[in-house]
Structure formats: structure tokens, C-alpha cells
């Protein structure tokens, strides 16, 4: 009984252990309903999980089911973050504790109930606890929020290397505080049409409606809704990131308050989204966008300027060739700040030739080649968010030499091939046509299975390694017990 | 030496990435044994529409091709355009006239003016006939594949010459699904690889390792077995063949606002998601691929 009482405490309750079993359910809810669609459907995986396991994929609900996939991933994907920021940043206990006992089983009711309901037939009962586990992360991100409240005298800084207002406010706290409430309204964007369009499993996919000239509010609403979320959960990664890499100095003074008013103008070009405003919403997010990306450049050029500096420390004159490898030496702090260079290719760059030469080029496609580049766009995004964490999750698990750098490297060059890949498969109407596409689709679909797969195994073989450890005594989960993230900020 | 057989793996995988693909590989030649000149009288009355199974109306009888438009029915329609004068070909191009849609200003709405517009290219790898530079005619295999690479106004010309028109939405739902249930196939509530032309269904016609998907002849799943090959039946409650797969269907309906004009059924490059009765896709009049074709509808004869 001690023995598991002792690892429930440990995964429950210490933040290392409810990061694991956040990562844990994420990967199971992949490994499983991965399964069903793509190359496992084409090569039959998708029939025997169906039979096996008795699922009910009824054509006429995919579109809610998927919906009900992509929240639930998300929320676990939220609950990471919540642990992080309350490990890192000071907190009054009681917020703290609250918000992540709400988050917690918020996240394990929306994954657990969500997915029976949208999986195996309508039970309603199902569904009423999938909505309450929503709920409750709601409620998380309320008390999240005011125990982030930045002019708590409390925690007011001194250090001159951080930035603040006159009067002590620390501004990245206020960064923090920012994205946690604009995230809490612009839930609504997605509750509200939610409740709607929810009322008889009547919904719909945006990627499917884009095309459209006239969407009701609830439409546009729900647009809106998924571009922010996405959004702002990486805004608060970034954010996240550069409290572990402990991010100061005059770009930290330049990139906080950027961020926060980069955060607000898009929240408000959002939300300006299913109002009148809507013709020139576009133009404000653009707005948003741009301080909010240059914030994260900030953190990007701290963060290899540190890496440089500390890796050539001890050399006079370091060559370029030295400079190099001092910033490459060490993938796991490399790693997240080269994936937020690189999701510039994939995702923003894309994004912004897509909005430039819209009608020129991308409508003169049909609707099913467009959804290919929405949808595509936004798995990369939400994909090079999960590989950011998973890259801070290494240097967690304090993996040390080779191991540190098969880990990060892995993760890193796999999810490169990947996602380049599915960028050229989104864009490759630009250089082949129709008819000749399919031996270059071959090698994308290679490259691309190759990169997830491998993605997949690293991430199998460190569960494993959690699990066997699990029943170690002294294992590794026993040193994680009391470690808080904000011990590791280097 | 480990490294460099990875590198030469690596070169050899993305050099295969840029092989050239025969668009004239040898083709299956199978007969269906479904006359493509067949019609199907969809009877007045309420049916099931769209995903969530609203019930609309349509309060006229209508007859509805059986089958895709061929390649040998389209074929015949050029030569027979083309010799009346109806037909114009400019730049490689099979062209026709079009009295134009009335322009609304919609935000990404494209004006369609009167004039000239695209039916077929004459250039282009992927079409399935040939122009001598006075007859047109079928590449040998594809005379009863449906015609592709034929963009809205092509389809539409082929019915309107003929007195036909091409399909509302409406009444291309309709008759794909029949009137008894709202199955999200036109021959049930479930689909097998070998009930329709969709993405890797492994047919005869397709090899992904090169050109990957053709077009398969029209009503080729209809229960028979082609050269040990066995195709389930995915006819429609009407007896309609390919309303899932094969070939998207331009129908006819022109929106205000918008210049798109859509298309239902799915392709053989399609998942079976857009197989799915209700599924749409759209795009502008004057595309043409080879995974989109047409059938056309007609007031019953008396």
C-alpha cells in the first residue's frame, strides 16, 4: 500500500511527476487515435484498433469527434503549462495548489470522459463530465490568473536586470498574467459556439468553412477561438522558456513589454473577429503578431548569445567554428529556441505568403488543397510546441553526455524532417502538378512517418524508462519528488 | 563507410522523389457492363440532406446519369462543337462562351465577366484524348473512363449542348443518397476498399509506388470480379454508379458572392472522408484536374 501511496504522491503531487503523467496521457491518447487515421488507416491498423477495441466511428459525428481529440490533447498540453509556470514562478500556495488540483482533474475528466464519448457511442453522462472537466480547467486558469497578479508588492523585483516598471512591477510576471487572462476570455469564443453547435453533435471543421463569404457569428467565432488558444498557449511556452533559460538584460527589456502588448492587440484582433469589426480584425492580429514574434526573437538571440558565451568561456579568441559548436553543444537548450526559428518556416513564413498571394495563387487551388495547408499548418505549430516541451522535458529528467544528446538531437533533427516535410507536401502545388506528384508524395510521406516515428519511439523508450523506474525504490522519481522547476532555471 | 551508405540511401530516396511518372503507362481495359448513356428518374418528394440530416424537398421529378460523362461522350460533344462553331481553340486551349455571373464585390470574390473560357486543355499530360488538329479522340483504354481534366464551364457547355444542365447540389444529394435513411454513402452506412475509387484502395488502376491513383471506368464497382479483382456493388438506392469516389462532380449552382463552384462525391486521390455524401469541395470555374468530372441531370422525357 506504501508503495503506491508513495508514487501517487509523486505523480500527483510533486511537479515533476504531474508533468510525467500530463505527458504520459498524451501519449497514449497520440499512440492510440493515431492509429486511425493516415498511413495506419491506408495500411489497416485502423480496422483491427476498431475491432479490437470496439469503437464506434460513426461517419456522419468525425468532425466532433476530432474536435473532441484536439481539446483533449490540448488540455493536457495546458496542464503542462500550469505546472511549469506555478513551479517557476512565485505563487501563494493556495493558488498554486488550487490551480493545479482544478487543472489536474480537469484535463484527466476531458481526456477520459471526452474521448469514451466521442469514441465509444453517446452516453450523455459521458459528455456532462467531459464538459465539467472543461470547466474546472477554466476555473484553474481563474485562480491561476490571480495568483499571477503582478502588483502584489509581493512580487515586486529589484534586480535591475530584469524588466520592470518604476515601481518594481515585474514585467514578465505581467507578461504571464496577460496571456493567463486573455486565454481565459477567449475561451469564451470557443464555449459559447461550443454550447451551440454542441447541442445535438451538430459542429463543424473551420478548414472546411473558409471559403465561405458569409459565416454566421458562431462561425467566426470558432475560427477565432482555435487560432488564439494555439497561439496563446505558445506565447506562454516562450514565455515559459525564457524563465528557464533566465532571461534578462536589455532584450528582456525590450521583449517584455512587446509581448504584453503583442498579446493584448492580437487577443483584441481576435476578438474583434465575430464582431463588425471583422474586415479589418486580420490587420490587427497582424499587428499583435509582430511584437509578440519579436519578443521571441528577443529570447531566441539571448538565449544563443548565452550559449555561445558560456561555451567558449575559458577561450581567448573563440573562432567562429568554436562559437558554432559552444551553441549546438547542448540540444536541449538549443532545441527549443532553434524550434521557434524554425517554426518560421513552417508555420508563420507560411502563413504570410499564404495571406500575401491568397487569391493570386492559394484560391486558384481547389478547397481541398487549401484545407491541406490550414490544417497542415497548425498540427506543425501545435507539433513543434509539444517537441519544445518534451526538449525541456529532457534537461528535467537531467539526462546527462550522450544520452542528452541523443535525446535532443533525436527529437530535434526528427521533428525537423517531419515538419519540413509536411510543409513541402502543403506546398507542393506550387512546383508539381496533379498527375506527377505521386513519387514526390511517396518520399514526403516517407520522410514524414520517418520523422513522427522516430519522434514516437524516443518518446516510448523514455516512458518506458519512467515506468520501469517507477518501481525502483530509489529511483529517479524519488529525486523528483521535491524538485521545483524554478531550482533549475540556469 | 556506415555513413557514407546512409548518404547514398538518403540520395537515392529523394532522387526517386523526382522521377519522372509515365502518364501513359499500359492501362487495365475492362468492360463494366454499365451503359454510360443510361438515365435514373429521381422521383419528387422529401429526403435527408447534408450531414445532419435535414429534411428538404424537391418537388419535381428529375432524370440523373447513371454514370460520369465518358471520355467518349465528351469527345463526341468537341467534334460535334466544334464542327458547329460553338467551340473556339486559342493557346493549346478548348474554349467556349460564358454569359458571365453577376459581380457582388464579396471580400475574395473574382468577377466572371462574359466571354471566353476554358473548357479542356490540349496541352496538358494528364488529359485523356487527343486533338490531331481537326478531330479530337480518346487515348486507347480511357473510352469509358469519365472525362477529367474539364473545367466547370466545359461540364457545363457538355449538358447545355446536349439540353441537360448540370446538377444543383440538391439534387446531386439527393440522388446520391436516396430517400430512406441518411446514409453517408450512397450504397450504405459503411465502406470498403473495394466498393469505390478512393485513396490506396489497391485497384487495378493504381500503382502509388509510381503514377499512384487513375480513374477507374465508370460503374467499375458494381459486384463483378475483374481479372481476380472483386469489386463490391456501390451503386446508389437510384442505381447510380461512382456518387462516391472516382471522379469529383462539379454540380451547378452559382452562389451569390462567391465565383466558386463546387463539387461533391469525392476522387480516387480522395480519404474516404470526402467520400461522405455531404461532403463538398469547391473551386474556381476555370480549374480542371484529372480527378474532377461531371455528370448532368434532365426534365424526364414524357
Same mark, same amino acid.
Given at each position: 500500500?506504501?508503495?503506491?501511496?508513495?508514487?501517487?504522491?509523486? @505523480?500527483?503531487?510533486?511537479?515533476?511527476? %504531474? +508533468?510525467?503523467? !500530463?505527458? $504520459?496521457?498524451?501519449? &497514449?491518447?497520440?499512440?492510440?487515435?493515431?492509429?486511425?487515421?493516415?498511413?495506419?488507416?491506408?495500411?489497416?491498423?485502423?480496422?483491427?484498433?476498431?475491432?479490437?477495441?470496439?469503437?464506434?466511428?460513426?461517419?456522419?459525428?468525425?468532425?466532433?469527434?476530432?474536435?473532441?481529440?484536439?481539446?483533449?490533447?490540448?488540455?493536457?498540453?495546458?496542464?503542462?503549462?500550469?505546472?511549469?509556470?506555478?513551479?517557476?514562478?512565485?505563487?501563494?500556495?493556495?493558488?498554486?495548489?488550487?490551480?493545479?488540483?482544478?487543472?489536474?482533474?480537469?484535463?484527466?475528466?476531458?481526456?477520459?470522459?471526452?474521448?469514451?464519448?466521442?469514441?465509444?457511442?453517446?452516453?450523455?453522462?459521458?459528455?456532462? @463530465?467531459?464538459?465539467?472537466?472543461?470547466? %474546472? +480547467?477554466?476555473? !484553474?486558469? $481563474?485562480?491561476?490568473? &490571480?495568483?499571477?497578479w503582478p502588483w502584489d508588492k509581493e512580487y515586486h523585483i529589484v534586480d535591475k536586470a530584469y524588466a520592470q516598471t518604476r515601481g518594481g512591477v515585474d514585467m514578465e510576471r505581467v507578461a504571464f498574467f496577460t496571456a493567463a487572462l486573455t486565454t481565459l476570455i477567449s475561451s469564451f469564443f470557443g464555449a459559447i459556439p461550443?454550447?451551440?453547435?454542441?447541442?445535438?453533435?451538430?459542429?463543424?471543421?473551420?478548414?472546411?468553412?473558409?471559403?465561405?463569404?458569409?459565416?454566421?457569428?458562431?462561425?467566426?467565432?470558432?475560427?477565432?477561438?482555435?487560432?488564439?488558444?494555439?497561439?496563446?498557449?505558445?506565447?506562454?511556452?516562450?514565455?515559459?522558456?525564457?524563465?528557464?533559460?533566465?532571461?534578462?538584460?536589455?532584450?528582456?527589456?525590450?521583449?517584455?513589454?512587446?509581448?504584453?502588448?503583442?498579446? &493584448?492587440?492580437?487577443?483584441?484582433?481576435?476578438?474583434?473577429?465575430?464582431?463588425?469589426?471583422?474586415?479589418?480584425?486580420?490587420?490587427?492580429?497582424?499587428?499583435?503578431?509582430?511584437?509578440?514574434?519579436?519578443?521571441?526573437?528577443?529570447?531566441?538571440?539571448?538565449?544563443?548569445?548565452?550559449?555561445?558565451?558560456?561555451?567558449?568561456?575559458?577561450?581567448?579568441?573563440?573562432?567562429?567554428?568554436?562559437?558554432?559548436?559552444?551553441?549546438?553543444?547542448?540540444?536541449?537548450?538549443?532545441?527549443?529556441?532553434?524550434?521557434?526559428?524554425?517554426?518560421?518556416?513552417?508555420?508563420?513564413?507560411?502563413?504570410?505568403?499564404?495571406?500575401?498571394?491568397?487569391?493570386?495563387?492559394?484560391?486558384?487551388?481547389?478547397?481541398?488543397?487549401?484545407?491541406?495547408?490550414?490544417?497542415?499548418?497548425?498540427?506543425?505549430?501545435?507539433?513543434?510546441?509539444?517537441?519544445?516541451?518534451?526538449?525541456?522535458?529532457?534537461?528535467?529528467?537531467?539526462?546527462?553526455?550522450?544520452?542528452?544528446?541523443?535525446?535532443?538531437?533525436?527529437?530535434?533533427?526528427?521533428?525537423?524532417?517531419?515538419?519540413?516535410?509536411?510543409?513541402?507536401?502543403?506546398?507542393?502545388?506550387?512546383?508539381?502538378?496533379?498527375?506527377?506528384?505521386?513519387?514526390?508524395?511517396?518520399?514526403?510521406?516517407?520522410?514524414?512517418?520517418?520523422?513522427?516515428?522516430?519522434?514516437?519511439?524516443?518518446?516510448?523508450?523514455?516512458?518506458?524508462?519512467?515506468?520501469?523506474?517507477?518501481?525502483?525504490?530509489?529511483?529517479?522519481?524519488?529525486?523528483?519528488?521535491?524538485?521545483?522547476?524554478?531550482?533549475?532555471?540556469? | 563507410?556506415?555513413?557514407?551508405?546512409?548518404?547514398?540511401?538518403?540520395?537515392?530516396?529523394?532522387?526517386?522523389?523526382?522521377?519522372?511518372?509515365?502518364?501513359?503507362?499500359?492501362?487495365?481495359?475492362?468492360?463494366?457492363?454499365?451503359?454510360?448513356?443510361?438515365?435514373?428518374?429521381?422521383?419528387?418528394?422529401?429526403?435527408?440532406?447534408?450531414?445532419?440530416?435535414?429534411?428538404?424537398?424537391?418537388?419535381?421529378?428529375?432524370?440523373?446519369?447513371?454514370?460520369?460523362?465518358?471520355?467518349?461522350?465528351?469527345?463526341?460533344?468537341?467534334?460535334?462543337?466544334?464542327?458547329?462553331?460553338?467551340?473556339?481553340?486559342?493557346?493549346?486551349?478548348?474554349?467556349?462562351?460564358?454569359?458571365?455571373?453577376?459581380?457582388?464585390?464579396?471580400?475574395?470574390?473574382?468577377?466572371?465577366?462574359?466571354?471566353?473560357?476554358?473548357?479542356?486543355?490540349?496541352?496538358?499530360?494528364?488529359?485523356?484524348?487527343?486533338?490531331?488538329?481537326?478531330?479530337?479522340?480518346?487515348?486507347?483504354?480511357?473510352?469509358?473512363?469519365?472525362?477529367?481534366?474539364?473545367?466547370?464551364?466545359?461540364?457545363?457547355?457538355?449538358?447545355?449542348?446536349?439540353?441537360?444542365?448540370?446538377?444543383?447540389?440538391?439534387?446531386?444529394?439527393?440522388?446520391?443518397?436516396?430517400?430512406?435513411?441518411?446514409?453517408?454513402?450512397?450504397?450504405?452506412?459503411?465502406?470498403?476498399?473495394?466498393?469505390?475509387?478512393?485513396?490506396?484502395?489497391?485497384?487495378?488502376?493504381?500503382?502509388?509506388?509510381?503514377?499512384?491513383?487513375?480513374?477507374?471506368?465508370?460503374?467499375?464497382?458494381?459486384?463483378?470480379?475483374?481479372?481476380?479483382?472483386?469489386?463490391?456493388?456501390?451503386?446508389?438506392?437510384?442505381?447510380?454508379?461512382?456518387?462516391?469516389?472516382?471522379?469529383?462532380?462539379?454540380?451547378?449552382?452559382?452562389?451569390?458572392?462567391?465565383?466558386?463552384?463546387?463539387?461533391?462525391?469525392?476522387?480516387?486521390?480522395?480519404?474516404?472522408?470526402?467520400?461522405?455524401?455531404?461532403?463538398?469541395?469547391?473551386?474556381?470555374?476555370?480549374?480542371?484536374?484529372?480527378?474532377?468530372?461531371?455528370?448532368?441531370?434532365?426534365?424526364?422525357?414524357?
Open positions: 500500500m506504501q508503495f503506491i501511496k508513495d508514487r501517487f504522491i509523486y @505523480l500527483f503531487k510533486s511537479t515533476k511527476g %504531474l +508533468i510525467l503523467v !500530463a505527458i $504520459v496521457m498524451i501519449s &497514449i491518447e497520440t499512440a492510440l487515435f493515431g492509429m486511425l487515421s493516415g498511413p495506419m488507416a491506408d495500411l489497416g491498423v485502423r480496422d483491427v484498433v476498431v475491432r479490437a477495441l470496439k469503437i464506434d466511428l460513426v461517419h456522419a459525428e468525425r468532425e466532433g469527434r476530432i474536435i473532441i481529440l484536439y481539446h483533449s490533447i490540448a488540455m493536457a498540453v495546458v496542464a503542462i503549462e500550469v505546472y511549469m509556470i506555478t513551479s517557476l514562478l512565485k505563487m501563494k500556495n493556495f493558488y498554486r495548489t488550487v490551480a493545479r488540483a482544478f487543472v489536474t482533474i480537469g484535463y484527466l475528466m476531458a481526456m477520459i470522459f471526452g474521448m469514451a464519448f466521442a469514441y465509444w457511442g453517446h452516453n450523455w453522462v459521458l459528455h456532462g @463530465l467531459y464538459i465539467t472537466g472543461l470547466s %474546472l +480547467i477554466f476555473f !484553474a486558469g $481563474v485562480f491561476l490568473t &490571480i495568483g499571477l461550443a454550447s451551440f453547435y454542441g447541442n445535438g453533435f451538430e459542429t463543424f471543421l473551420a478548414e472546411n468553412i473558409v471559403r465561405y463569404p458569409d459565416k454566421s457569428v458562431m462561425e467566426y467565432s470558432i475560427i477565432g477561438h482555435l487560432h488564439i488558444m494555439l497561439t496563446l498557449i505558445a506565447v506562454m511556452l516562450t514565455l515559459i522558456i525564457g524563465r528557464w533559460m533566465d532571461f534578462k538584460g536589455i532584450l528582456h527589456k525590450i521583449a517584455m513589454p512587446l509581448m504584453i502588448v503583442g498579446t &493584448i492587440v492580437l487577443n483584441l484582433g481576435v476578438w474583434g473577429v465575430p464582431t463588425p469589426l471583422e474586415p479589418v480584425a486580420h490587420m490587427v492580429i497582424y499587428v499583435g503578431a509582430t511584437p509578440s514574434m519579436l519578443a521571441a526573437l528577443g529570447l531566441v538571440i539571448f538565449g544563443w548569445d548565452k550559449l555561445i558565451r558560456t561555451g567558449v568561456a575559458g577561450i581567448k579568441k573563440p573562432t567562429g567554428w568554436q562559437k558554432f559548436k559552444a551553441l549546438i553543444r547542448d540540444p536541449l537548450r538549443f532545441g527549443p529556441l532553434w524550434q521557434m526559428v524554425f517554426m518560421n518556416f513552417t508555420v508563420s513564413g507560411l502563413g504570410i505568403l499564404m495571406a500575401v498571394r491568397l487569391d493570386e495563387v492559394f484560391r486558384m487551388w481547389p478547397a481541398r488543397e487549401e484545407r491541406v495547408e490550414l490544417t497542415g499548418h497548425w498540427h506543425v505549430l501545435a507539433a513543434i510546441i509539444a517537441t519544445i516541451i518534451l526538449l525541456y522535458y529532457g534537461d528535467m529528467l537531467g539526462f546527462k553526455g550522450k544520452l542528452r544528446q541523443w535525446y535532443g538531437w533525436g527529437i530535434i533533427i526528427a521533428s525537423n524532417i517531419a515538419f519540413g516535410a509536411v510543409t513541402i507536401f502543403e506546398m507542393k502545388r506550387l512546383f508539381i502538378s496533379e498527375a506527377e506528384q505521386q513519387p514526390l508524395v511517396n518520399t514526403i510521406i516517407y520522410l514524414m512517418d520517418f520523422g513522427l516515428g522516430m519522434l514516437l519511439v524516443i518518446l516510448a523508450l523514455v516512458m518506458f524508462w519512467r515506468l520501469v523506474d517507477l518501481f525502483n525504490r530509489k529511483g529517479r522519481w524519488k529525486t523528483e519528488e521535491k524538485q521545483e522547476l524554478s531550482g533549475e532555471v540556469k | 563507410m556506415q555513413r557514407t551508405v546512409w548518404t547514398l540511401l538518403l540520395l537515392a530516396a529523394l532522387l526517386s522523389s523526382c522521377a519522372p511518372v509515365n502518364l501513359n503507362a499500359t492501362l487495365p481495359v475492362f468492360e463494366t457492363g454499365v451503359d454510360p448513356e443510361t438515365w435514373a428518374l429521381i422521383p419528387a418528394g422529401e429526403f435527408l440532406s447534408g450531414q445532419f440530416n435535414h429534411q428538404v424537398a424537391i418537388d419535381y421529378d428529375y432524370e440523373i446519369m447513371i454514370t460520369d460523362v465518358t471520355v467518349t461522350q465528351y469527345v463526341a460533344y468537341l467534334n460535334a462543337a466544334l464542327a458547329s462553331g460553338e467551340l473556339e481553340i486559342v493557346d493549346d486551349k478548348v474554349t467556349g462562351y460564358y454569359t458571365g455571373d453577376e459581380f457582388r464585390g464579396a471580400r475574395h470574390e473574382v468577377e466572371i465577366t462574359a466571354g471566353n473560357y476554358i473548357y479542356v486543355p490540349l496541352d496538358d499530360p494528364a488529359s485523356t484524348f487527343r486533338y490531331d488538329g481537326s478531330i479530337f479522340s480518346v487515348k486507347s483504354g480511357y473510352e469509358n473512363h469519365p472525362m477529367t481534366n474539364v473545367s466547370w464551364f466545359g461540364a457545363r457547355a457538355y449538358c447545355l449542348y446536349y439540353d441537360y444542365r448540370l446538377p444543383t447540389e440538391l439534387e446531386w444529394e439527393k440522388a446520391a443518397r436516396g430517400s430512406e435513411d441518411g446514409r453517408p454513402f450512397p450504397w450504405g452506412d459503411e465502406i470498403a476498399r473495394n466498393q469505390a475509387n478512393f485513396y490506396t484502395t489497391r485497384d487495378p488502376f493504381e500503382d502509388m509506388a509510381t503514377f499512384g491513383s487513375r480513374t477507374t471506368p465508370v460503374g467499375f464497382y458494381n459486384g463483378l470480379t475483374y481479372d481476380g479483382y472483386q469489386t463490391l456493388d456501390g451503386a446508389s438506392l437510384y442505381g447510380l454508379y461512382d456518387m462516391a469516389g472516382n471522379v469529383w462532380q462539379w454540380t451547378g449552382d452559382v452562389y451569390e458572392r462567391m465565383h466558386y463552384r463546387f463539387m461533391r462525391g469525392g476522387s480516387k486521390d480522395s480519404y474516404e472522408m470526402d467520400l461522405r455524401i455531404w461532403a463538398r469541395n469547391n473551386a474556381t470555374p476555370t480549374y480542371y484536374s484529372p480527378g474532377v468530372g461531371f455528370r448532368c441531370v434532365r426534365t424526364p422525357l414524357k
